[in-house]
């Protein structure tokens, strides 16, 4: 069955360092997003992106985010200047509509600022 | 007010039994559609089942059904003949209305974690 794929799976940076944050949705869906983790709490939502931009994004989601899709098949998320409370688990999931699909989810990124 | 509420932070069930994990649910939106996801320890998110809003049935996949009572605002969902594999945290989440197009995020509950004893 495919798959949403995420590398890498575990990623530690230095504080103020700019991460890049990888997945490969499935390959018919045209829905993307990201969500975030953090340790021991719910799942939130980050951004989603459709026909190559973004549609939607919330407020967690700021200038210090960006989203790209570069090559038809890789679905990135940038984060510059990392701080502390961006550590999280950083899941990418995909779906193929929007509406009764569901949104399948990659294993995740677990991102460490130290 | 919480849009997703899990109201059980832990439960634990006997193996082979039948357990219910509940979830309400608030919006005003009259198309949405929710959903069950399982994150084991490991940490992926497992999709489960979905009940959209104008299903008149209730959801079932394999050993896990959806309990949807609209009126009610719940979809409860339940988890027959528990295994020890099931033991995992479980979080409801909603997608509300046409929120614009190309945006169908999900809303998370707080999740249960689920512990099955042998």
């Known amino acids: 069955e495919p798959e949403v794929t995420q590398t890498p799976s575990h990623q530690v940076t230095q504080m103020g360092q700019e991460v890049i944050l990888r997945c490969v949705p499935i390959s018919n869906h045209l829905y993307f997003y990201w969500y975030r983790q953090i340790l021991g709490q719910k799942v939130e939502f980050l951004v989603s992106f459709y026909n190559n931009e973004i549609s939607e994004k919330s407020e967690i989601f700021d200038d210090q985010f960006s989203v790209e899709r570069p090559d038809g098949s890789n679905f990135t998320l940038k984060i510059r200047s990392t701080k502390l409370e961006d550590s999280a688990m950083y899941f990418c999931?995909?779906?193929?509509?929007?509406?009764?699909?569901?949104?399948?989810f990659g294993d995740g990124t677990r991102l460490s600022i130290l | 007010a919480q849009k997703i509420t899990q109201t059980q932070p832990g439960m634990f069930v006997q193996e082979k039994e039948a357990v219910t994990l509940d979830c309400t649910y608030d919006?005003?939106?009259?198309?949405?559609?929710l959903f069950w996801y399982k994150q084991p320890s490991s940490g992926e998110m497992i999709f489960l089942i979905y009940?959209?809003?104008?299903?008149?049935q209730n959801a079932t996949e394999g050993r896990y059904s959806l309990n949807f009572q609209k009126a009610r605002k719940s979809a409860n969902l339940v988890i027959s003949a528990s295994q020890l594999g099931d033991s995992a945290m479980y979080f409801c989440a909603m997608r509300e209305g046409l929120s614009g197009a190309g945006s169908y995020q999900l809303t998370f509950g707080k999740g249960t974690k689920l512990s099955v004893i042998p």
């Open positions: 999931a995909s779906s193929m509509d929007g509406i009764n699909q569901p949104q399948h």
């Open positions: 009940q959209g809003s104008y299903d008149e």
């Open positions: 919006t005003s939106d009259q198309s949405y559609g």
